[in-house]
């Protein structure tokens, strides 16, 4: 199985803030992989899919980028409603597989 | 409105069993690959499962923790997808979300609200 590892696990930051989250491959998953946003009690939404293709009606703030093993997450500048945990997923093989999750939390 | 719903979450006790339902709304349901995908309370997301389309003879994928006991299924006369779990064990308490794969590749664009599945004697 592919192991998705997400960094860090946790991240303080300020409405404005630049962020970025990592996601690491065990092994090459070329650019098959999206990113979710998820609020608590809600289910998750999809915000980038094919490593940095924007989904449809998500804020161009959000951008993704990386292929092979090391994919990153930024938003370019934190909105209050960005608050969230966000996860990787890849797709490159069975089983489907996601990250931990990240935390974004308000400093 | 295009959206998902699903139905049928609720406390059984281990060993036990029960069936999941999404009702697909808005789309042409028999077009897509669906998943399911849990959570247990308060841990990160888990793929659980998928079955193809028509022209991809429904076959079905598993997670290896349910592979055996899980069984995933869909009627498109119906607009439905299903998931029909034996042998359920505590560790299978999770929220869990029926999901739509809008191009057959993998990734999820739409997604149910999501039902609760509590093993528990």
């Known amino acids: 199985d592919i192991q998705m590892t997400q960094s860090p696990s946790t991240l303080s930051a300020s409405v404005g803030d630049r962020v970025t989250i990592t996601c690491r491959a065990s092994?090459?998953?070329?650019?098959?992989l999206a990113w979710y946003q998820q609020k608590p009690g809600k289910a998750p939404k999809l915000l980038i899919y094919?490593?940095?293709s924007l989904e449809s009606g998500v804020p161009s703030r959000f951008s993704g980028s990386g292929s092979g093993t090391e994919f990153t997450l930024t938003i370019s500048s934190l909105q209050p409603d960005d608050f969230a945990t966000y996860y990787c997923q890849q797709y490159n093989s069975y089983p489907i597989t996601f990250g931990q999750g990240t935390r974004l939390e308000i400093k | 409105e295009v959206q998902l719903v699903e139905s049928g979450g609720g406390l059984v006790q281990p060993g036990g069993s029960l069936r999941l339902s999404c009702a697909a709304s808005g789309f042409t349901f028999s077009d897509h690959y669906m998943d399911w995908v849990r959570q247990a309370p308060g841990k990160g997301l888990e793929w659980v499962g998928r079955?193809?389309?028509?022209?991809?003879?429904?076959?079905?994928e598993y997670a290896a923790s349910v592979k055996g006991r899980f069984t995933i299924s869909r009627d498109d006369s119906k607009n439905s997808l299903y998931l029909q779990m034996n042998s359920l064990k505590t560790e299978d308490t999770a929220v869990y979300y029926c999901?739509?794969?809008?191009?057959?590749?993998?990734?999820?664009?739409?997604w149910g609200q999501g039902t609760l599945v509590t093993v528990s004697s």
């Open positions: 079955t193809r389309n028509k022209a991809n003879s429904y076959t079905t």
């Open positions: 094919k490593a940095s």
């Open positions: 999901a739509r794969d809008p191009d057959s590749s993998g990734y999820k664009g739409l």
């Open positions: 092994q090459s998953i070329s650019s098959w």
